[in-house]
């Protein structure tokens, strides 16, 4: 069992770096806005699901092998960048179809769910951060490594949820005022693309892992 003082030492880490939005919140916030609420709450707990992988990978110590090699990195980076991309792109080309003609064809909820497991398991910077931070609240003496750093990983995931799902409705219902005009709905869902493009682009050309 993993000792309070750790615990609580865990979950300030853990609100802090939550609230900071990074590129988890700017993709929700660029499908909710280019798609709605729902939208937005289900990429949450797609990305939420993708991230599941890693940690379960981080616990069992594959994390450390995929985070010190630069050809695995690099590979996941660029695919997910790419992805981000090409979602962004969509969302732009489908700026002006009516509404529900494009939550109909576009958004169905394992659809969404999906493309957000994508973003969240192509996400190398949730390996680096699991394999970097989760390890510090670890006490050996505590009990089993990898069931302590499973249960810090899914209260995280918990307190990530929560936030981003804040940011989603967020978001959202910034996306439903501009509704009542066609035009600035355009633009809106237009805004959300080009924010998803520009995540992509800044994921695939950033720096090699501190």
């Known amino acids: 069992m993993i000792p309070l003082e750790n615990l609580l030492a865990f979950l300030l880490a853990a609100v802090v770096i939550i609230v900071i939005p990074g590129p988890g919140v700017l993709f929700v916030i660029g499908r909710s806005i280019a798609l709605g609420r729902r939208a937005g709450v289900l990429s949450v707990l797609g ?33 997910g960048a790419a992805y981000l991309v090409w979602l962004g792109v969509q969302a732009i080309r489908h700026r002006r179809a009516p509404v529900r003609a494009a ?21 190398p910077k949730t390996i680096a951060f699991f394999v970097a931070a989760l390890p510090q609240f670890v006490d050996p003496a505590a009990g089993p490594i990898w069931m302590q750093l499973l249960t810090l990983g899914l209260i995280f995931q918990v307190l990530a949820v929560v936030s981003d799902s804040l940011w989603a409705l967020a978001a ?12 600035r709905m355009a633009t809106l869902a237009g805004a959300g693309g080009v924010m998803m493009i520009g995540l992509g682009g800044t994921l695939a050309f950033a720096g090699a892992k501190s």
């Open 47 to 79: 990305n939420a699901l993708g991230n599941v992988p890693a940690l379960l990978a981080v616990a069992f110590g594959v994390g450390a092998i995929v985070a010190s090699s630069v050809v695995a990195f690099t590979v996941i980076k660029l695919a």
């Open 103 to 123: 939550s109909d064809a576009r958004t169905s909820p394992i659809r969404l769910l999906a493309q957000g497991f994508v973003v969240g398991v192509t996400n």
């Open 172 to 183: 959202g219902t910034a996306r439903a005022w501009f509704a009542t005009s066609p035009r």
